[in-house]
């Protein structure tokens, strides 16, 4: 069984990352969700210890938990910013496109407060995974607008430059990915995916390599509506896509048999033109030796009604 995270906490929010591994950030040390004006223990507000929040102890720095990991070895923040804005009851974060992900909320009053000692918070943070220090990141070209249940497979192509060395090992260690981000607050995350559709590569001469991808499989796995698209070679995604899976609302959806995919075609002389892309696990262990300025959660927008 994997340790706990570096760090417990109440109210995180949970994102699956395109690499595979989630993130959490947000919450408290103690209490619970919530506000109130009093408890079956404070039965005062002016005794109440942190205004109106039933949670106290903010936690600042995320962790990252990776399922594929060593048992013992999945949960780490080691190299991983830190944020001094609390984020408590009504905070939430969401992945965006480029594979960074957005940090907004927290209000645990039951109106607006902004000078209360956890207060209603109007900055929003943008934290970067450690795999943006990689010096090359994959892009696909090709991405299509919509992903049906089943058919026809689609090809991306991926050129030369966007992955180091041989070919084949970046052939053999490319996912196509398709995360939808969901809605997430109060500790959950409604609607969240992750789906890998099969996947099979041609590696051609010039070194440039074409992905056969299947469709979605069915929307008892991934309900119709958006999503983002995601390429990624060792750990390192492109930025996402966005494209519309099924009909993109709700109601019987089209299903039809999943294509055969292409046998893979592997070339052993070719190579890649990028600088050098470090894989995932890479990037975690210079994150934490040298102080990368990757992890880092960056302060965006101040606004104040």
């Keep these: 069984m994997a340790l706990p995270p570096p760090t417990s906490r109440t109210m995180g929010q949970f994102i699956l ?20 004006t009093e408890t079956g223990q404070t039965l005062s507000y002016v005794d109440m210890p942190f205004g109106m929040s039933l949670a106290s102890g903010p936690v600042g720095t995320p962790a990252i938990c990776d399922p594929n990991a060593a048992k013992g ?22 992945l965006l496109p480029d594979a960074s992900v957005l940090v907004a909320g927290s209000n645990p009053n039951v109106d607006v407060n902004t000078s209360t000692i956890f207060p209603t918070e109007y900055r929003a943070e943008i934290f970067y995974p450690p795999y943006f220090s990689a010096t090359t990141r994959p892009a696909p ?11 026809d497979f ?12 041989s070919a ?33 590569p041609t590696v051609k001469d010039d070194g440039s390599i074409v992905l056969h ?26 930025n996402g896509t966005m494209v519309i899976v099924g009909s993109g609302s709700m109601g019987q959806q089209p299903i039809t048999a999943a294509s055969t995919l292409p046998a893979s075609v592997l070339l052993d002389t070719v190579k890649g033109t990028g600088d050098g892309s470090p894989s995932a696990d890479q ?18 927008l101040a606004q104040l009604p």
Excluded: E
């Design 17 to 36: 990352l395109p690499d595979g591994r989630m993130f959490v950030i947000n919450g408290g040390l103690n209490g619970t969700a919530g506000y109130a």
């Design 73 to 94: 070895k999945r949960w780490t923040n080691a190299g991983l910013g830190t944020s001094n804005i609390a984020r408590l009851y009504h905070s939430s974060a969401i």
């Design 141 to 151: 070209t090709g991405m299509p607008k919509t992903i049906s249940y089943g058919g």
């Design 154 to 165: 689609f090809d991306l192509t991926l050129p030369s430059s966007s992955y180091a060395d």
């Design 168 to 200: 084949n090992a970046a052939a053999g260690n490319t996912s196509v990915i398709l995360v939808r981000g969901g809605f997430t607050t109060h500790a959950m995350n409604m609607g969240q995916r992750y789906a890998q559709p099969n996947n099979t």
């Design 213 to 238: 991808v299947a469709q979605a499989p069915n929307p008892n796995i991934l309900q119709p509506g958006p999503g983002l698209l995601f390429v990624t070679i060792n750990g390192i995604p492109s």
């Design 283 to 300: 990037n975690n262990q210079d994150n934490g030796a040298s102080g990368s300025h990757t992890g880092a959660i960056v302060v965006w």
